[in-house]
């Protein structure tokens, strides 16, 4: 008997679509999404691996900062370096961008005699970034450890000063910072605060994807219901325009995506917050440079357009859900039906989530901007490095104009006769796979 | 002499090559409890939704009230109101809730509104629970909201397509009195359908009976058993449909 049971729930399970299709869909976009995350994450990863251009001001001017300077250009490190005597840090950073450098070594005045005098100087090191990835391309690190070598070589070899086992390991005392020129400013600290930045670009996209996809789907749900339970039957018999009740339908679902997005927005904002208090506190004061906290990066105008932004989005989801609900007579048809939709969020999700947004293509970045689903995904990477596009205004609108013509033409489906040909078609659609 | 409230005339209705309706007429008069019969697959809810204004006929025609139901659906859906056969209802909002959205539809004024809920209150007579959510109610409530929901709105038409089905007897008894009394007292014409003959005898004046999308019968009830000198409308139901088949 035991088999015959193992054979009923066998066939009763693998006659129905709604189990083996999520199988099928899984297989095909569990190597989709590795392809995504790769491509997007490859040119993060060739930031790092690829030499950099360096420009180093030597204010010392001594041997040993000549030493490091030629040893800096031998190490295969570097693509392309200058060497100026400037002490204006703006002027450094105008000429970092200008000519594409992006880290600024600064060999301060002083800073041999101080060696000499068995104490550690001060060395700083620039990275100059115009947008965040997966991971951040920071050099910083590397050509702090690099100095710090050389340094403890030439001490090792060249002078016999009082040493002691600490200061050879560690000759000086690196102070990071990284100059975002997008928004001209500088922030302290080198990969630890951009491991925070990083975490916050991945974190955002997620949080918008399970937003949008939450709304997807009780809107698609909750107009299935109403085919389901013949409600909508009623609502169509009622002395009330279609469009009326399509716009009660998706408002009402919208509405409640706007509570639940404007929790998520607080508890994210709560989240960042709070990150950057403990940065804050961890921080180490430095003399000479204006400062910015990681919090200010992400300027007011960007978040309002964010937000507006995330509310279109929602209201784009809303309506494709309450489309794809209108589309199934029951619940389990919208289900079918919205699992490969929510794939169309999930996967440039995860793209934009690894990919630097900075290096994107244009073509494929304004795509990803007119989309009302990928749009808030994007916007909230961007605006952390670089104030709104001009752009943003018409992928607004843009996005908003999807949503009116979804409403459009739904509600053009929304007529009893039309409706029941087309849930029929679907209804014969996903039998047709069994 | 009564007017013709329901007319429908020469009605087909075809799906993918299917025909549900085949060239089906007769009328309805003002007050009538017009009970339309026939054994499954018939055609009755496909007609039904004909005069709700949900499907489209293929050819033929059907008036309410001298409105066309194609061409004057805005019209015709205020004159009506339609209780699909296994209407749910929204599990989370309450029947009173419910009701007053109802009336909102198809009522303006505030006071017209307040008027046509307090009507509904008193026909669901369900005392405090009208305040519960929906899904706290048994299926005999759910349904009974249903039909309340159908004719506190006074309806010049309500189209009931099976209101007992799946009811115990007493939900099916308050229910049917409650079709009854309403129609006396507020004139409204009342097509039903029902695979319970007993239900339609004690409560429709006249039926018409369908099968395979064509009217076999149609006339007083009464009449109809005298006629064919049967005991009761179930012996004439099973009689003509057995004779149409054969």
């Given amino acids: 008997m035991l088999k015959e049971l193992i054979h009923k729930e066998f066939k009763d399970l693998v006659r129905d679509p709604r189990i083996w299709i999520p199988f099928i869909i899984s297989a095909l976009v569990l190597p989709l999404t590795g392809l995504i995350i790769s491509s997007g994450m490859r040119e993060s990863i060739s930031g790092i691996t690829t030499p950099s251009n360096v420009l180093v001001s030597d204010l010392d001017n001594t041997q040993l900062t000549k030493y490091l300077i030629n040893n800096l250009n031998i190490t295969g490190l570097v693509a392309k370096l200058e060497v100026v005597n400037i002490s204006d840090m703006e002027l450094l950073k105008d000429i970092a961008v200008s000519s594409g450098y992006e880290v600024i070594i600064i060999l301060t005045s002083g800073l041999t005699n101080t060696v000499l005098n068995s104490l550690r100087p001060n060395l700083t090191i620039i990275d100059v970034v115009k947008s965040v990835s997966f991971i951040p391309s920071l050099k910083s690190s590397i050509f702090s450890s690099l100095i710090s070598d050389l340094i403890g070589d030439y001490l090792l070899k060249t002078y016999n000063v009082s040493l002691t086992l600490d200061l050879v390991k560690q000759p000086v005392n690196t102070v990071s910072l990284t100059y975002i020129p997008t928004i001209n400013q500088t922030v302290v600290g080198g990969s630890r605060i951009f491991v925070q930045v990083s975490m916050t670009s991945i974190l955002m996209p997620i949080m918008f994807m399970i937003i949008t996809i939450t709304v997807l789907q009780m809107a698609a749900t909750s107009t299935a219901i109403e085919n389901e339970e013949k409600t909508l039957e009623v609502l169509l018999t009622l002395p009330v325009s279609r469009f009326k009740i399509l716009l009660g339908k998706l408002l009402g679902s919208f509405a409640v995506a706007l509570l639940g997005s404007l929790a998520s927005i607080v508890g994210f904002i709560i989240y960042i917050l709070m990150f950057s208090s403990i940065l804050q506190s961890m921080t180490p004061t430095t003399e000479g440079f204006s400062i910015t906290p990681i919090f200010s990066l992400i300027n007011f105008k960007g978040m309002v357009y964010l937000i507006v932004s995330l509310v279109l989005s929602s209201f784009a989801m809303a309506a494709l859900g309450v489309t794809i609900g209108v589309l199934s007579s029951d619940v389990r048809i919208a289900s079918t039906i919205s699992s490969p939709v929510v794939m169309l969020v999930v996967l440039p999700g995860y793209y934009i989530m690894f990919a630097d947004v900075g290096k994107l293509n244009v073509t494929l970045k304004y795509l990803l901007y007119a989309i009302p689903f990928t749009q808030p995904m994007i916007m909230a990477k961007e605006i952390m490095f670089s104030s709104p596009e001009e752009l943003t205004i018409l992928w607004l609108v843009t996005s908003f104009m999807f949503s009116l013509v979804l409403i459009l033409l739904t509600s053009q489906l929304l007529r009893f006769e039309k409706l029941v040909r087309v849930q029929r078609f679907v209804s014969r659609l996903r039998r047709g796979y069994t | ?246």
Avoid: W
């Avoid at chain 2, 008027?115 to 759910?142: F, N, P």
């Fill in chain 2, 1 to 246: 002499m009564t007017s013709v409230v329901v007319e429908v005339k020469d009605l087909v209705k075809d799906y993918d090559g299917f025909r549900a309706l085949n060239k089906v007429s007769f009328n309805v008069y003002e007050g009538d409890i017009f009970g339309l019969i026939g054994p499954n697959g018939a055609g009755k809810t496909t007609l039904f939704r004909i005069l709700a204004t949900l499907l489209l006929p293929t050819s033929g025609t059907a008036t309410i009230y001298g409105y066309d139901v194609v061409r004057d659906s805005g019209k015709v859906r205020k004159l009506i109101t339609y209780l699909p056969e296994d209407v749910g209802v929204y599990r989370n909002i309450t029947a009173y809730e419910y009701l007053r959205l109802i009336a909102k539809a198809y009522y303006t004024s505030s006071s017209d509104v307040e008027e046509c809920v307090e009507l509904g209150v008193k026909l669901l007579g369900l005392g405090g629970r009208i305040h519960d959510k929906m899904k706290t109610y048994s299926k005999g409530m759910r349904r009974r909201v249903q039909v309340v929901r159908a004719l506190m709105v006074r309806p010049k038409v309500a189209i009931l397509d099976e209101p007992t089905v799946g009811l115990d007897v007493i939900y099916s008894q308050s229910i049917r009195e409650l079709i009854k009394e309403f129609s006396r007292v507020y004139r409204t014409t009342v097509l039903i359908s029902s695979h319970n003959m007993f239900e339609v005898e004690g409560l429709c004046n006249r039926v018409a009976l369908i099968s395979k999308g064509r009217l076999i019968i149609e006339g007083f009830t009464e009449e109809l058993i005298s006629k064919y000198g049967v005991k009761n409308l179930e012996e004439l139901f099973v009689r003509l449909v057995r004779d149409f088949n054969a």
